[in-house]
């Protein structure tokens, strides 16, 4: 079955203090591993896409990398500002034409002044 | 800027009252998707439009329905809700069925159920 699990389930950090979130998943296939950005009574944000094992993105104070079994979401020297919830979700190389894009519950990021 | 927006921001209905939601995209993508949220659970798809192509999830409850009249806009109708359905309702898109593109979602709609 095809799975996404986040971790931690919450995190705090203070400002300044660097580090990483993790996305492992169980697909059969990849096509694509997406990070999102969600504030609280608000939409995902898109941040990256990542299709291959070895890719690296960065975006500020986030960098983001792909292996064949997890990604993680690296914060570099966080910012209140970055406090939001991070979510990962994959889609699946099925190629029955699946549309689904399976997602992780999240990490519940808390950035400290 | 293009972008995908949805009203009302929050809606309140008593039990059993029906609602519409309401979804529209300036993005021009075929795609079109609904999504439930609960509080610290990740998004649950209830549909997909693939242009006029209707995508129902097999857990979907029969209460949900969903119309798509033209490319920039798609209704949620709720038809009985239940204290279970108070959730955000999130809308996205997508430029393609089936690849490698990311979603692009609205600020959802907070349904309150009294």
């Known amino acids: 079955e095809d799975q996404v699990t986040q971790s931690p389930e919450a995190l705090r950090l203070q400002e300044g203090e660097s580090s990483s979130l993790n996305c492992s998943y169980t697909?059969?296939?990849?096509?694509?591993l997406f990070w999102y950005r969600q504030d609280p009574g608000k939409g995902p944000e898109f941040l990256f896409t990542l299709y291959s094992a070895g890719e690296e993105k960065e975006k500020e104070r986030l960098k983001a990398t792909l292996t064949k079994k997890e990604s993680f979401l690296h914060i570099t020297a966080p910012k209140p500002e970055d406090s939001a919830t991070y979510l990962c979700a994959v889609h699946p190389g099925d190629t029955s034409g699946t549309y689904k894009y399976i997602f992780g519950t999240g990490t519940r990021l808390k950035v400290l002044a | 800027d293009a972008m995908v927006i949805q009203n009302p921001r929050y809606q309140v209905t008593q039990f059993g009252k029906p609602v519409t939601l309401s979804c529209s995209q300036t993005l021009n993508h075929n795609v079109m998707y609904w999504y439930q949220q609960k509080s610290s659970q990740a998004p649950k798809l209830l549909f997909h439009?693939?242009?006029?192509?209707?995508?129902n999830e097999a857990d979907t409850p029969d209460n949900f329905q969903s119309r798509r009249p033209n490319t920039s806009f798609c209704f949620l109708d709720i038809r009985s809700p239940g204290l279970g359905d108070a959730a955000m309702y999130l809308c996205?898109?997508?430029?393609?069925?089936?690849?490698?593109?990311?979603?692009?979602f609205g600020d959802g709609t907070r349904l309150s159920i009294l």
């Open positions: 439009y693939y242009d006029k192509d209707f995508n």
């Open positions: 697909v059969s296939g990849l096509r694509g």
């Open positions: 996205a898109t997508s430029s393609r069925r089936v690849g490698n593109q990311p979603q692009h």
